[in-house]
């Protein structure tokens, strides 16, 4: 989309009406919806400079506390992507130029930030099994 905007924007000077506001929804929607499947496949970056002497316990250790950390930061991203979500939809805010409604991306986040969470959550619980 925003290519269509720039292309067209540079050679027949025609654009599309709100797309960098489109892109960010779709961008802030997707970001979301893929974090489970990141957190699952375990594909967050790990930086182990300083552990990789550490023995196969102590990292083990480590990435459970990673994932219980990550679990709790998830957790409250979800709660306060609800809060904004239901002011969103008092307020009846959207975009500037389109106007699209700003409480249906929220809508989308919500899931997907609970998922990671809990999927975070049983990872710190019960381990990764093997690599």
Do not use: H
């Amino acid at each position: 989309m925003t290519c269509a905007s720039l292309i067209g924007r540079n050679t027949t000077g025609a654009t599309l009406v709100g797309d960098f506001e489109l892109t960010g929804v779709a961008a802030g929607a997707a970001i979301a919806l893929f974090m489970p499947r990141c957190r699952v496949r375990r594909g967050n970056i790990i930086v182990d400079f300083f552990t990789t002497k550490a023995s196969e316990r102590t990292q083990a250790g480590l990435d459970r506390l990673g994932a219980l950390l990550l679990g709790a930061a998830m957790a409250l991203l979800a709660w306060r992507t609800v809060v904004g979500g239901l002011n969103a939809w008092q307020s009846q805010s959207g975009t500037m130029m389109l106007g699209f409604p700003e409480w249906i991306v929220y809508t989308a986040m919500v899931p997907p930030l609970v998922l990671t969470a809990v999927i975070a959550f049983w990872q710190a619980a019960l381990g990764f099994g093997p690599r």
